[in-house]
């Protein structure tokens, strides 16, 4: 009679044990099935760190190669890409996170260059809402989304900016591979290139990267990955713009 009191109550146990492993091994895939939503949007000064802050500027070397990171000027022309440090403007470079002024952060200022070789600034651009994109050729998920880009370019090409910058190294990322990049795609928005400065401004760690920024240059969201037509939507219409 004992025995059998016993090996009722293990059986019990038993029964107990796995009716808890099976709820939590449900909860372990429903977290997993839920992916959580890439777009994230800068409501207050806190959230702004997780925008671009210190902490997320890391080694950018590890966007390129250990070395590859180089003496940029000689990508271009000598001389071209001096010290960007002095040509800002320090009133569009403030310290969001110590000022009670701004909710939302303005968007730094950096120098980039066209396809021609002609040097520009993000602030050239303000005026009119920007999606401004980081990404290079040998980057899948920057393939993936390339046709959501060409499509936003085609339809609102005249009412806000894309800025597509290419992390051109000249080594894994040269111009020629980019050229060939924009002629296998068809793409046929402008394409811009970073001087050294605006992904380490951004704390781009890995790419893509992309950020939405209103008309008066103040970054308003960003989504790290690979976007589609949703997110960009999203996106716009957080920085005022109906897609």
Request: glycine share 8%; charged share 25%; net charge negative.
């Amino acid at each position: 009679m004992m025995n059998k009191k016993v090996a009722v109550l293990w059986g019990t146990l038993a029964l107990v044990g796995f009716i808890a492993a099976a709820g939590m091994a449900y909860g372990w895939l429903t977290d997993r099935t839920e992916a959580p939503d890439s777009l994230h949007v800068a409501d207050t000064r806190e959230d702004t760190a997780n925008i671009y802050e210190d902490d997320l500027i890391e080694d950018t070397v590890n966007i390129y190669d250990d070395g590859l990171i180089e003496d940029t000027a000689n990508i271009y022309d000598d001389g071209l890409i001096e010290d960007t440090a002095n040509t800002y403007d320090d009133s569009l470079i403030e310290d969001t996170l110590d000022s009670d002024a701004l909710v939302i952060p303005q968007a730094p200022d950096f120098v980039m260059y066209d396809m021609y070789g002609n040097r520009q600034y993000l602030s050239d651009f303000f005026g009119k809402p920007i999606v401004l994109n980081f990404w290079a050729t040998w980057c899948p998920n920057c393939v993936v989304e390339m046709p959501y880009f060409q499509q936003l370019y085609e339809e609102l090409g005249n009412e806000i900016h894309i800025l597509k910058i290419n992390l051109l190294d000249g080594q894994r990322e040269t111009r020629e591979m980019v050229d060939q990049f924009i002629a296998d795609h068809g793409l046929s928005f402008p394409i811009y290139f970073d001087a050294g400065d605006g992904a380490f401004e951004y704390g781009v760690s890995f790419i893509p990267m992309t950020f939405f920024i209103d008309a008066d240059g103040y970054a308003i969201a960003s989504s790290q990955g690979a976007v589609d037509s949703d997110i960009l939507r999203r996106g716009l219409e957080t920085v005022g713009v109906l897609w």
